[in-house]
């Protein structure tokens, strides 16, 4: 169920799941706060490179960010309006980052491990109330989120253009929005058969 894990044998698929997700919050927070566009392209630059030393190919990397493609181009044209070139290029990459970045770890680490590494974390708040099974899994499932939608997409635009309809946008809504309702469907199968209902 919407486990986007590449299979590997790369240094990334053999470090545990705890440093990497260790590794994208401090780097996330990172890049938050770092205002410089310079060091923003080195870190961009940085995150790219990871990609073929954890043997996943450019065109998995270009995938992630595909879907959010109009996204991009909307929020550079606003932040180049308001706030000059300099600004709106780093907004847009700053974005681009995180999100390769988070596709990173995902492509990298099972779902199953991700979960389980959060789950046993996240234990030292139950006495606070927290459900530590639930909180993991909805976790887990925010940081594919993107991956999902870029892999739906790509699918659906693919089998569109085969057909001639991609131009077509109830050709390409229609099974977005079957996609998503099916994918509402597995989320909520695994959140019963972990028995997480309240």
């Known amino acids: 169920m919407l486990d986007l894990y590449s299979p590997g044998r790369s240094v990334l698929h053999r470090t545990r799941p705890a440093p990497k997700m260790l590794g994208l919050m401090v780097a996330a927070t990172l890049l938050f706060l770092n205002q410089s566009l310079l060091i923003t392209i080195i870190a961009t630059t940085g995150i790219l490179l990871l990609y073929p030393i954890a043997q996943l190919s450019p065109k998995q990397a270009i995938t992630q960010v595909r879907p959010l493609l109009w996204v991009f181009i909307l929020f550079f044209a606003i932040q180049w309006y308001f706030s000059g070139i300099e600004l709106a290029a780093y ?6 980052a ?29 006495p606070l109330g927290v459900n530590p099974e639930k909180v993991s899994l909805a976790i887990s499932l925010a940081l594919r989120f993107i991956p999902v939608l870029a892999q739906i997409t790509t699918e659906v635009r693919e089998a569109q253009k085969v057909r001639g309809l991609e131009r077509s946008v109830i050709a390409v809504a ?9 994918m509402a469907d597995e989320i909520s199968d695994a959140i019963d058969s972990r028995g997480y209902r309240s």
């Not at 988070?102 to 139950?126: G, N, Y």
């Open 91 to 96: 907004v847009v990459l700053r974005l681009a």
């Open 98 to 126: 995180l999100i390769w970045l988070a596709s990173l770890v995902t492509l990298t680490t099972r779902s199953s491990d991700m979960i389980d590494t959060m789950t046993r974390a996240l234990h030292v708040f139950k």
């Open 174 to 182: 229609m099974p977005m929005a079957i996609r998503a309702i099916k």
